[in-house]
């Protein structure tokens, strides 16, 4: 009994551990960013309310104000609540991480920022973890303690499945999540042909692409004999990681992947950062934040 209980204390530890880091970030910086790239005006307007302090002048509804002798302003749909959906992928690319911080870890945090700045914006978030099937849903719903349910998940998972299957994940979000809604999708993108699947959840949804790597999977470190896993025939080959050209040839492999990549995203209107593990992930995603603002 102890082990799991001193295992629940560490686990929660940890939860602890990342809702204040990020819940800090989300309160200093990223909830009014957040409000801004994701609930801009521009929605339709749905009623009025009695002018409160700290209202923006522009949304006064100068009509109303003089019928009632009293200010009004306009309040607009997008202010109510949205909902969010964080889809993150958990097949067994994610473990690979050589850097600080694995791309598990690094999912974790973002998700927990996103999760705090949602419903610190009164919003709902809900969960899909995927590998090559739905691992788990976690239906929207607000509040802390949902929010920390969450993050234990995105510690503790462990996914069934190790393969990636990102237009299925897609499909399965359009089904269970009927209402307009703003997701992310947070993944290596490992994975070919779901560039359909991000056009037709883009016209339905708000979708947005979270790009998780790891420099060493674009640089090959030198040690010599190493096993690698070929993603697409799931087979262990030997290669020499000395050799100059199978270094060199693995590097043009890794940046033509990018860069078809990145050609798939702009196609299908999709919104991308490009997050690194050994890198800080509060500059793109404020990059993220200020280029949906315009």
């Known amino acids: 009994m102890s082990s799991s209980n001193s295992n629940t204390t560490e686990l929660l530890k940890k939860v602890r551990k990342i809702e204040i880091k990020t819940r800090g970030l989300s309160?200093?910086?990223?909830?009014?960013?957040?409000?801004?790239?994701?609930?801009?005006?521009?929605?339709?307007?749905?009623?009025v309310r009695e002018y409160q302090?700290?209202?923006e002048?522009?949304?006064?509804?100068?009509?109303?104000?003089?019928?009632?002798n009293q200010a009004y302003v306009k309040v607009f749909e997008e202010e109510r609540e949205m909902t969010v959906m964080l889809l993150v992928d958990v097949s067994g690319?994610?473990?690979?991480?050589?850097?600080?911080?694995?791309?598990?870890?690094?999912?974790?945090?973002i998700c927990a920022v996103l999760a705090f700045s949602a419903i610190q914006n009164n919003d709902k978030v809900g969960v899909i973890f995927f590998s090559d099937k739905i691992e788990k849903f976690i239906p929207p719903k607000k509040g802390r303690s949902h929010i920390l349910m969450i993050i234990r998940d995105l510690i503790?998972?462990?996914?069934e499945s190790?393969?990636?299957?990102?237009?299925?994940a897609l499909k399965y979000f359009a089904n269970v999540i009927k209402k307009r809604c703003t997701a992310f999708i947070l993944s290596d993108f490992v994975d070919s042909n779901f560039e359909d699947a991000l056009k037709i959840t883009n016209k339905k949804h708000d979708l947005v692409a979270l790009h998780l790597y790891d420099n060493a999977e674009e640089d090959l470190p030198n040690l010599g004999l190493v096993p690698l896993l070929d993603a697409e025939t799931n087979e262990i080959k030997w290669v020499n990681t000395s050799n100059k050209d199978v270094r060199k040839n693995y590097k043009a492999d890794a940046l033509r992947r990018k860069a078809e990549l990145k050609n798939t995203f702009k196609k299908s209107g999709v919104d991308v950062a490009e997050i690194a593990t050994d890198h800080d992930y509060v500059k793109?995603?404020?990059n993220l934040f200020k280029r949906r603002e315009h």
């Open 284 to 286: 793109p995603l404020m």
């Open 27 to 47: 309160n200093q910086m990223f909830s009014g960013e957040y409000h801004s790239a994701f609930k801009g005006r521009g929605m339709t307007f749905s009623e």
């Open 93 to 109: 690319s994610k473990e690979f991480g050589t850097q600080q911080k694995s791309k598990q870890e690094l999912a974790t945090e």
């Open 156 to 159: 503790d998972f462990e996914p």
């Open 162 to 168: 190790k393969g990636t299957d990102i237009g299925m």
């Open 53 to 55: 302090h700290g209202d």
């Open 57 to 68: 002048i522009r949304t006064i509804d100068w009509n109303v104000t003089a019928r009632f």
